[in-house]
């Protein structure tokens, strides 16, 4: 039986001796991004389909960056640019 939206989780651990990180996952849109990066062991599947993996990434595969945050004059500028460059065409 599928996993509840509830039940649902992803959780990445980083190895500092080894510089890798093990991923679990239960979530199906991140199985299937994390199917296109790594090689996944499924835990657990349904009809066919993994509903639970566990796999590796290198160090360099997860990045945290900041979330960019526009003012609204930022805004205002982008939408401008994209109008003038959609219209060009």
Request: proline share 2%; net charge positive.
């Amino acid at each position: 039986m599928a996993y509840s939206r509830e039940e649902q989780e992803t959780s990445l651990v980083f190895d500092n001796s080894t510089g890798k990180w093990t991923v679990y996952s239960t979530v199906l849109k991140h199985i299937r991004k994390l199917a296109n990066l790594t090689e996944l062991f499924i835990l657990k599947s349904e009809d066919d389909r993994p509903i639970a993996v566990r796999g590796t990434l290198t160090e360099k595969q997860v990045s945290m960056r900041n979330p960019r945050v526009m003012s609204d004059e930022q805004k205002l500028k982008a939408t401008e640019r994209l109008f003038k460059a959609r219209n060009a065409l």
